[in-house]
């Protein structure tokens, strides 16, 4: 069976008979399930993901991604630059967040290369959830272009 799962009434559910008793844990998952379809786990991003983010040879940019929740306990955040898992990189800071935003650094010399790069931000919601009844994942995307190269020192 494909699609949407179905979810049935238990037999002293108001949803299934007229009582006083209220919804029962079925419903209240149903219910949870539909409002979690419309929620995107991820508001806002700083700056833009419409926008092509430039970093100069030498310098940095704060990617920040902002949760319609109250705070980041629960929430797990992976930022993948070309790929790869940019805080598993050796030397590499954790991820900070506060209140309801999560962030991390991109350094020119975590792009290594002059040209085109790409950072997408990867969010999932890690709490206990009935049935799984947990949000879905969130994605954004950021182009990121690194300018120029470092000078050389001469002697």
Known sequence: MSGSPIYRPTPKCMMNRDTVGGCCVVCREAGVARIFAKVDLISETLPSSDETVRIAAGGQQNFAIRTPY????????????????????PGRPSLSGRESILSVTV?????????????????RDTRAYPNDTRPPPAEREWRIVLEGQPELKQR
């Not at 980041?72 to 990189?89: I, S």
């Not at 010399?109 to 040209?115: F, I, K, N, T, V």
């Open 107 to 123: 350094t020119a010399a975590d792009l290594r290369q002059p040209g085109d790069h790409t950072l997408r931000a990867l969010v």
């Open 70 to 89: 109250g705070g980041v306990q629960g929430l797990q955040a992976e930022w993948l630059l070309d790929g790869v898992n940019l805080l598993a990189r």
